[in-house]
Each structure stands twice: as structure tokens, then as C-alpha cells.
């Protein structure tokens, strides 16, 4: 099978199927009706309850919410391989749900490998995770991404870049 490129912009992001906890228990969230007409930040990251993504990368988009929002985003997303009981937990124990984060579960890696940001690190539990990132879609369309080069790291990918470009 071809390999296939890291997602980059101009490019149209998958529309994959995401979990969410919600009220009433698991809700299915489609990643077209996410995406399409809308302008959403989204992040992914490595794991809930992770050093850099609990001490750095969850926290650098809560300080600069309202100021996305106030440039147009409608919604900002983090998002990682974890099932959605784990990243609903993650995101009440951050602050970042009431800092009007929406925290989605990838739970088969799809959005992942349909980005290419499949990250495997076995030694540390990480099988078919998510590399760090960053990106602003406007209706399905990725108009900037900012790919975490180095690991363990919060550099490129955070909330202060991402406003900066907008």
C-alpha cells in the first residue's frame, strides 16, 4: 500500500467518525458535520493524563480561547487516541471543558492515519497514537497546520501560535 503524505494546507481534513461523553453517555460525533461550514481549531496529542499534554499543550489553548474565539473559531477540539470516558475525565480534570474546549476521542486512530500523525512509541505504551499537532480548518479545508516536530515538547503546536496565525 502507498504511503500516504502528512496532511498539510489547502488540503481537506477526513471526515472521520470521533466519541464524545456526553450527558447521556457516548455520542457519535461526524466529522463532517464538525467541520463543514464551520472554522474549528483543532489539536491532538499524544494521550490524556500525559506530562507535556497536561502541563503544556491543553493549557496553552485554555489561556487563548477567548481571543480564538473572538478571531471566528467556532469550536476548538482536542483530540487523541484515548477512549472517550478517558479524555471526558482528562478534560474536567484540566479546566479545559470549562474553558469551552470540546475533548473528542480518536478511538481506532482514524483521523490519525487519515492526517498521517500516527505516532508509536512501544516502550512507552504508545501504540497507534497521535502525533502532536495543531491546525485551523475552515469548512473542511486546512488552512494553517503546525506539526510538533520534536517529542515531549510543546513548541510549534501550541494555543499562542495557532492565534497567531489567525
Known sequence: MEQEMTITVGDKVPFTTFLKLGAD?????NG???FSGRKVVIFGLPGAFTPTCDSAHVPSFMRVADDLRAKGVDELVCVAVNDPWVMG???????GVAAGITFLSDPQSEFAEGIDMILDVPAT????RMKRFS???EDGTVTAFNPEIARGVCEVSGGETLLAQL
Not at 505504551?125 to 497507534?128: D, N
Request: charged share 15%.
Open 89 to 95: 475525565a482528562w478534560g474536567h480534570s484540566t479546566g
Open 135 to 137: 491546525m485551523i480548518v
Open 125 to 128: 505504551g504508545f501504540v497507534r
Open 25 to 29: 453517555g457516548i455520542e457519535q460525533i
Open 32 to 34: 463532517e458535520a464538525l
